[in-house]
């Protein structure tokens, strides 16, 4: 049975960091994908890790601050957020799909999420 659990998520302030992590079970998957959620706003697209080599992708508005990363031992995948904005808070969802694109439609598996608030 597959499973995805995040954690990791938290208050903190505006210029702050968090290190969200993701644990998976149950099997392996070729791309996993971090997607937020703020109150009365569509899910969205935050980064995604693809493939054997690892290949990243990360929305223009967070670019050079969130980082992606992935632990095959630990079957683990991280999102490492820097200089976060009261704009990034939302809900954070950890997703795992085997295909090579990062659409949400493209994620068969999904966490439950954790909360990020970032305060002014």
């Known amino acids: 049975q597959v499973q995805l659990a995040e954690s990791g998520g938290g208050l903190v302030q505006a210029g702050g960091s968090l290190r969200l992590s993701c644990a998976v079970s149950g099997r392996t998957f070729i791309n996993y994908g971090w997607f937020r959620q703020a109150p009365g706003k569509e899910r969205e697209f935050v980064a995604s890790?693809?493939?054997?080599?690892?290949?990243?992708d990360a929305a223009n508005s967070v670019k050079g601050r969130f980082f992606i990363s992935r632990d095959n031992d630990k079957n683990a995948v991280y999102l490492r957020m820097n200089r976060l904005r009261p704009e990034d808070t939302a809900v954070y969802y950890c997703?795992?799909?085997?295909?090579?694109?990062?659409?949400?439609?493209?994620?068969?598996?999904w966490g439950q999420g954790t909360q990020v608030t970032v305060s002014s």
């Open positions: 890790i693809t493939g054997s080599a690892g290949r990243t």
């Open positions: 997703a795992a799909s085997d295909k090579y694109y990062n659409q949400k439609s493209a994620y068969d598996f």
